[in-house]
């Protein structure tokens, strides 16, 4: 069963606009992490955001925010003030107590100018 | 949807000794495998490119003698590291490719913990 769906396989947005991309995750764990990474077209996975499931604020690092809905299992991640340098693969990943990553399949962003 | 898995999921050594992972996707063909590395809450480095039939393209700061990396078939890649170190204790997760009918789709594994001792 999958545990990281990510419905949106491509978005686009218009530079300066904010976006929000969507993951819904499946766990019975009452402990997980939730983690944003974002994929260069080089290959790396940059760490952009993370929300503890105990954590009681929405995680922000800066442009970035996650949108942690528990009830609904979703953690969309909401970027603002699009920039080209946006333009990238993200995803979506979960960890569990047993240190297992459960990744989603990834949007596709493109910031269009 | 497609499954990558890796083995083992977690593993102890003593230092100076050698530790194999593997990866495979289980119900598709992959042409190219990446390995990473993560730390603790933070990004996934990118270790190596590995493609089946071909050497891997190793990332700039990565010792290709020491992370040796094997794609022998379009379902299973393997990271060896030789001759570990405690320094090496990371986590590893391995993805897998797929392109088809114009969709590039990459799919990760659940990642092997290593810890040297």
């Known amino acids: 069963a999958q545990k990281i769906t990510q419905t949106q396989p491509g978005m686009f947005v218009q530079e300066k606009e904010a976006v929000t991309l969507d993951c819904t995750y499946d766990?019975?764990?009452?402990?997980?992490?939730l983690f944003w990474y974002k994929q260069p077209s080089s290959g790396e996975m940059i760490f952009l955001i993370y929300q503890g499931s105990y954590d009681q604020q929405n995680a922000t690092e800066g442009r970035y925010s996650l949108n942690f809905q528990k009830a609904r299992k979703s953690a969309n991640l909401v970027i603002s003030a699009s920039q080209l340098g946006d333009s990238a693969m993200y995803f979506c990943a979960m960890r569990l107590t047993g240190n297992q990553f459960y990744f989603g399949t990834g949007t596709s962003l493109t910031v269009i100018p | 949807g497609a499954v990558v898995s890796q083995h083992p999921s977690r593993v102890i050594c003593k230092s100076g000794t050698s530790v194999k992972i593997e990866c495979r996707s289980l119900d598709f063909q992959a042409t190219t495998m990446f390995w990473y590395r993560q730390f603790p809450k933070k990004s996934l480095m990118l270790m190596a490119t590995s493609n089946e039939g071909s050497k891997a393209t190793y990332e700039q700061g990565v010792e290709k003698d020491k992370f040796l990396i094997n794609h022998a078939s379009l379902t299973l890649s393997t990271l060896t590291v030789t001759s570990a170190h405690p320094e090496d204790s990371s986590f590893y997760i391995c993805s897998a490719r797929v392109i088809t009918s114009g969709r590039n789709e990459q799919f990760f594994g659940p990642g092997t913990r290593l810890t040297v001792l």
């Open positions: 766990t019975s764990d009452p402990s997980y992490g």
